[in-house]
Each structure stands twice: as C-alpha cells, then as structure tokens.
C-alpha cells in the first residue's frame, strides 16, 4: 500500500477536491478528477492545479484508488455505472466518503473483485484551503473489512485525522448524529442571529459569538447537564414572552423554538432539573402558541 498513490477522484465537490487536495500534499499522486459545474472547476483550478480532468470513467481507469464524492443519493447510480462500464477492475480500491452509506453501496464494485471502503470525514466544508487545516484531528467514520483496514488507517493518517470504526448496519444513525448536530446548529444559529437583528442588535454574531461557544464547549463537556436558561428554571412568563415576540416579528422561527424548548423541557425532566408538574405548563403554552399561529 505504500507504493499504491495513484488516486482518482470523481465528484469535486467541496469535500471532494479538499480532500484530494489534502491527499496531494500529503505525497499521493491524484491522476485524474470529474467534475462538471462551474463550481466544481474553480475547485479543481485552485486546489488542484494541473491535474487532469475527465469524465468519471476515465479517471477510474486511469487510478488504482478511486475516491468517490458525490452525494449520498448519487453514489449507487455512480458505483453501478462505473462497475458495469468495466471501468472499475479487479484489485482496485474503491472508496467513498459518504455518512449515511457503508459497504453495501459498493457491492458492484466488490462484485468485480475491487477492495471497497466506507471513510466519511465529521466535518464541515467550505470547499476552499480553509479547510486543510481543518482536517488536523478530523474524524473519520470508518466500515471497512478485514483487509481494507490497513487502508483506512492509512488514509486516514495521511490525512491527520483519527479512525472511528462504524458498524455497516449504524452508518444511517451515525450520520444523523452528525447532520443534527451540525446541519441544524447552523439552522438555530442563523435563527437566532435573525432575532437578535429583530431586536436591534447592531452585530448579532459578535453578541452570541461568546454565549455561544461557551455553551458549546460545555454541552460537549458535560452533555444535557450544561443546560442553563428559562427552560430549566420553569420560567412559565419568560417563555411565554418569548413565544409572543416570536409570534409577531419572526413567525417562521416559532416552530423551531417551540420544537426545541419541548425537547429540552422534556430533557430537564429526565435529569431531575424540572418537576413535571412545571414542565407540563410549559408544554401547553408552547402547544397553545402554535396553535394561536395557525388559526
């Protein structure tokens, strides 16, 4: 495997062309790259200068590792495809780099005698040279068998990341930890950015830059216990106030709040923070809030 560095990339995304980037510097030789937008060519002409673009076939017959990068919903297709051109040979290593699938989207590969291998990386991506260094630490979800084990550490510490082995039957779950988390924190944050404009406030980034990344770190800490706020403390007026003010000036976050205000009471609870009695008054006015809304 150390003399195995002649890589194809199909998909130029913005994961797709940071990590070949990434694999570039890192001593592997990237021989070939698909991609068809505009996008994707500004991508290839900045992070990976000089090398070859071509049609998904062609790099795959061109590499001895093919690196797919495409989205989740595309992958069987691209996999099926490529595997009944007889674009993807025997002894060839066939990985990609989605969250939600394992190994069984690669079977037409493995069916033709190709390694297969599931390494997902836990992060986001601008799809710039922001995000090498970025990578420093990176988790990456690994399925793989037996014998491509060894090829996934191997990745992975060329990539100075660390290895989390997932489980074929875990990797739809696995993946959804990871887009709650992260996907939806964007969702809240812009959200909350757009209340606090609402209300006045000059630079709301720079207002919850520090509340933020305080609870952050702590929820990472300690879990549900980090929890602080008018939930918690059963702070029926403080919420209710919240919910009418929402109501009127920003209608299409309410739902959002209601729906994470009921999770965390409801979390409260459990950790024996909030008697039932209370939480339950808050429940119903947030279900009344709604309610309100929709009639």
């Known amino acids: 495997m150390r003399a195995m560095t002649r890589i194809g990339v199909v998909g130029a995304g913005r994961v797709g062309a940071v990590l070949a980037a990434a694999l570039r510097e890192a001593g592997h030789e990237i021989v070939a790259v698909a991609g ?26 061109a590499c001895d590792l093919l690196l797919l990068t495409v989205p989740d919903d595309m992958l069987s297709n691209v996999v099926t495809m490529l595997a009944a051109s007889g674009a993807i040979r025997e002894g060839q290593y066939v990985v990609h780099t989605s969250g939600k699938h394992g190994l069984s989207v690669l079977q037409p590969a493995a069916d033709v005698g190709a390694h297969v291998l599931a390494m997902h990386p836990a992060m986001t991506f601008t799809g710039t040279d922001l995000d090498l260094t970025r990578l420093d630490g990176c988790v990456y979800g690994v399925t793989a068998e037996p014998e491509t084990e060894h090829l996934a550490v191997r990745l992975v510490t060329d990539l100075r990341g660390r290895v989390v082995r997932v489980e074929e039957d875990r990797r739809a779950l696995y993946h959804a930890g990871l887009a709650h988390g ?17 209300s006045g406030a000059d630079d709301p980034a720079a207002t919850l830059r520090p509340l933020l990344t305080a609870a952050l770190d702590n929820a990472l800490e300690y879990g549900s216990a980090a929890l602080t706020g008018p939930i918690v403390r059963g702070d029926v007026e403080t919420v209710r106030a919240h919910l009418r ?5 920003r209608p299409a976050t309410l739902e959002s709040y209601v729906a994470m205000a009921r999770a965390t009471a409801n979390q409260a609870v459990v950790d024996g923070r909030l008697l039932p009695i209370r939480a339950a008054k808050l429940v119903g006015i947030l279900n009344d809030a709604l309610v309100e809304v929709e009639a």
């Open 182 to 198: 992260a996907n939806h924190l964007v969702t809240l944050v812009a959200q909350a950015m757009d209340l606090l404009r609402a």
């Open 245 to 249: 003010d929402i109501a009127a000036n």
């Open 36 to 61: 068809e937008s505009h996008a994707s060519r500004t991508r290839i002409d900045t992070l990976l200068p000089g090398v070859r673009v071509a049609k998904p076939t062609a790099v795959s017959r």
